[in-house]
């Protein structure tokens, strides 16, 4: 049995080493070399608008399942130490194939997915879709890894994208638990919280108002007291200008332009603290990130992304020692950035850039970004026409 494990071990170690890429697979690596090079000297992607911005960028072309591998020789030690590493991996390897050929249930049951863990289901296609990921409670430590690699379809709009594990639509934002802030009844605080929500939904999830519709609920949310913020969010839906775009709080597409393609995906969180230096006042902090799916409306298989992120700030006050509304919100910020755009203000509505539309569109300027990276800040208006890393 040893001898057959170390002839295995030998076996598996030799078709593991590195091979020269094929013909075909060199072929099709510079092929592809040249698409992103094309792409990026078109636009990088999209565009980057200021309230508020839009960024936008296709990912990089890569077949699936294509990968590449370090440098031979990074520095001799350290190299050197992880061949050592991945072979005390190769050998570990084999024993666990030996186990598993002894019993394999067991065997698989340690594996994430194995047995009795499920990782996800299947969508209206019958193809495995990923498990969804646990709502998000702080603010992460970093950009979420990259994602599977996949070509966003009608059928599997948020292929190839973090989007694709993320949960959908109003049932995505969830407010905290609501307890007293700063001399700010709980009972207030919730009733902020859940009209917080409220705003986000009529204004970023409501399928009339992504159709280019009037955002009737979202208005009727604000309390009438803000009469300057109010008069300008309507004089913006009237007649949209570079100075006051509607999108920078409302997300709207052209209906002539773009088909949305199944449920916006949703992720982030909501805050509450005390508002420094006020007693009786409390801020939520609502941070989300929207992920829409559109395709061409004059039909057409390509599909691309829109990514929007907001951040709403709502003042929380107690009405016996401050002014208010009753039942309404007291809005006093809202940022954002908006991914994968033309960069044109005063539009009044956000587009989404294809393939084709990248070879005309507006240098980009500024640093890369990823738009999923939810450990950074919004990044301030620089007035320019920026570029994300990944729709």
């Not at 990912?59 to 050197?80: I, L, Q």
């Not at 009209?195 to 009037?214: I, Q």
């Not at 009786?280 to 004059?298: N, S």
Request: charged residues 30%.
């Amino acid at each position: 049995m040893w001898e057959k494990f170390v002839r295995d071990s030998e076996r598996d170690i030799r078709s593991s080493a590195p091979k020269e890429p094929s013909a075909r697979a060199r072929m099709v690596t510079e092929r592809l070399r040249a698409m992103d090079e094309a792409q990026a000297g078109a636009n990088g992607g999209g565009g980057r608008r200021s309230w508020g911005r839009k960024k936008g960028a296709p990912a990089p072309a890569r077949p699936e399942g294509w990968r590449t591998g370090p440098a031979w020789r990074e520095g001799d030690g350290r190299a050197s130490r992880r061949r050592k590493g991945w072979s005390v991996v190769g050998v570990l390897a084999a024993a666990a194939l030996a186990v598993v050929a002894v019993d394999p249930s067991a065997a698989l049951s340690w594996l994430p997915g194995g047995p009795g863990d499920d990782p996800g289901g299947t969508d209206a296609t019958g193809t495995a879709s990923p498990a969804p990921l646990a709502p998000e409670t702080a603010r992460p430590d970093g950009a979420p890894s990259a994602a599977p690699a996949g070509t966003p379809t009608r059928e599997r709009p948020f292929a190839g994208s973090p989007a694709d594990r993320w949960e959908s639509g109003a049932d995505a934002i969830r407010p905290p638990e609501a307890k007293a802030v700063n001399g700010v009844p709980a009972d207030r605080v919730e009733g902020a919280l859940r009209r917080t929500k409220e705003f986000l939904v009529a204004s970023n999830l409501d399928p009339e108002v992504l159709k280019g519709g009037a955002p009737g609920k979202a208005l009727a949310l604000v309390d009438p007291l803000e009469e300057e913020y109010l008069s300008d969010l309507r004089a913006a839906l009237r007649g949209p200008t570079e100075e006051n775009d509607p999108v920078w709080t409302f997300t709207r597409f052209d209906p002539e332009e773009v088909d949305l393609v199944g449920d916006a995906r949703v992720r982030g969180r909501m805050t509450v603290k005390p508002e420094r230096g006020a007693a009786g006042k409390a801020v939520i902090e609502a941070d989300y990130t929207f992920v829409y799916a559109v395709a061409r409306a004059d039909g057409g298989d390509e599909v691309t992304r829109a990514v929007v992120r907001r951040v709403v700030e709502v003042s929380v006050a107690d009405l016996t020692r401050y002014r208010g509304t009753e039942g309404h919100l007291w809005i006093t910020a809202v940022d954002g950035e908006i991914s994968n755009d033309d960069c044109r203000d005063g539009d009044g509505v956000i587009r989404p850039q294809f393939l084709a539309d990248l070879q005309s569109g507006p240098e980009p300027t500024g640093e890369a970004l990823d738009p999923y990276d939810r450990s950074r800040e919004v990044v301030g208006d620089d007035g320019g026409c920026g570029v994300v890393t990944r729709t």
